[in-house]
């Protein structure tokens, strides 16, 4: 089986080239390291595509824009991939709103040539978008709500299975993210039951893992244990450090992947994350990592005596 992943050297990308390259699949990684552009050289990714290139045997990348239709149209003829994994993604909420054009481009443009690409090359092949959460907007927001010491809850027992896919996406702000991704997601739902082609969104909230190039505009926990690492000063931005962030591994997501390659559907729409048990908030996570260094300091006056 032949996989085409974009956003190779991301977090989910490159876990997803792992994770297919171990069952012998041939993988066709895309990564063209825009993270770097949005984000500078914290945002680098070309230390984990050189991993890729030099430990997964079966891995061949391309340099390229996702922008650029004439590009994916080539390799799509080229390659012919088996399944299309598309992760490649300006990812940050904040950042956008400062490159509205280049985050739509990227985004909504970016998604729509590879959508057609596969249409026009390999119809048959599954399409796999990692959308977000964000596509709700903050209608989240809207329900009820309580305020406690260290997190906003769901009042009473409602929503603590989480928020369905029936959840409202339009009539609240988005972020200029989130609607560039929102388009992306109707697209891709529009290429499955318009063209019958098996396509999926995925619309994760915190994903997270060890491939992270978290940076403080994206990528939030892996850039808290960055900062608590390096003694570097952590920003809590907006309500008081009691937001609340659902955390799935990276590794979990590409499991996710892999069951709908073996099942897929047309136009479906998942809401995937690690569930309220994997839930914390900003507070929370910065407490979590206080006492992981508390042990690891006892642990070290132990060991010395």
């Not at 985050?103 to 978008?129: H, M």
Request: a positive charge; glycine letters at 8%; charged letters at 25%.
């Amino acid at each position: 089986m032949k996989i085409l992943v974009t956003g190779s050297g991301g977090l989910i990308g490159s876990e997803v080239c792992e994770f297919f390259g171990n069952k012998k699949y041939s993988i066709i990684g895309l990564d063209n390291n825009s993270r770097k552009t949005f984000f500078g050289e914290e945002g680098d990714v070309n230390w984990k595509i050189d991993y890729l290139k030099h430990n997964i045997i079966n891995y061949s990348h391309y340099k390229a824009d996702i922008k650029n239709y004439e590009e994916i149209d080539y390799i799509f003829q080229k390659e012919k991939p088996d399944a299309v994994i598309h992760c490649a993604a300006q990812p940050s909420h904040d950042k956008a709103a400062s490159i509205i054009f280049e985050d739509f481009q990227t985004n909504s443009l970016g998604t729509v040539n590879l959508l057609k690409a596969c249409y026009e090359n390999t119809k048959n092949s599954p399409f796999v978008f990692l959308s977000t959460n964000k596509v709700y907007g903050d209608s989240p927001n809207e329900l009820p709500l309580i305020e406690l010491k260290t997190r906003y809850d769901f009042e009473g027992k409602y929503f603590k299975k989480g928020i369905n896919e029936n959840q409202r996406i339009d009539k609240s702000k988005h972020s200029f993210f989130g609607a560039s991704k929102l388009s992306a997601d109707i697209y891709v739902q529009e290429f499955g039951r318009y063209f019958d082609m098996n396509t999926c969104c995925l619309r994760g909230g915190c994903l997270t893992g060890p491939s992270h190039s978290g940076v403080e505009l994206h990528g939030y926990l892996s850039y808290l244990v960055k900062c608590f690492i390096s003694k570097k000063e952590y920003k809590i931005i907006g309500y008081k450090g009691k937001q609340v962030r659902d955390n799935i591994h990276s590794k979990d997501v590409s499991r996710f992947i892999d069951f709908f390659l073996n099942s897929p559907k047309t136009g479906a729409i998942y809401n995937i994350g690690g569930g309220y048990e994997n839930s914390c908030s900003i507070i929370e996570a910065i407490e979590i990592l206080s006492q992981k260094e508390k042990y690891k300091i006892k642990s070290r006056k132990r060991n010395f005596s």
